[in-house]
């Protein structure tokens, strides 16, 4: 259970982290979205790992 809540925070952490980036300063849109779209490939990169890490656990 705690194996797939941190894929979970892995995939939501940088859309909170812009949207909250979003809220306090909202003159800096250009350069948020350029770190959200990198944070967001690494941690889509992360869950994939963790997923094959459970399956691979599970067998």
Avoid: H, Q, T
């Amino acid at each position: 259970m705690m194996e797939m809540l941190r894929i979970v925070l892995f995939i939501f952490a940088p859309v909170i982290a812009y949207r909250l980036c979003l809220l306090l300063l909202p003159s800096v849109i250009d350069w948020l979205y350029i770190i959200y779209n990198i944070l967001l490939m690494i941690s889509l990169w992360f869950a994939a790992y963790f997923i094959g890490e459970i399956k691979k656990d599970d067998i």
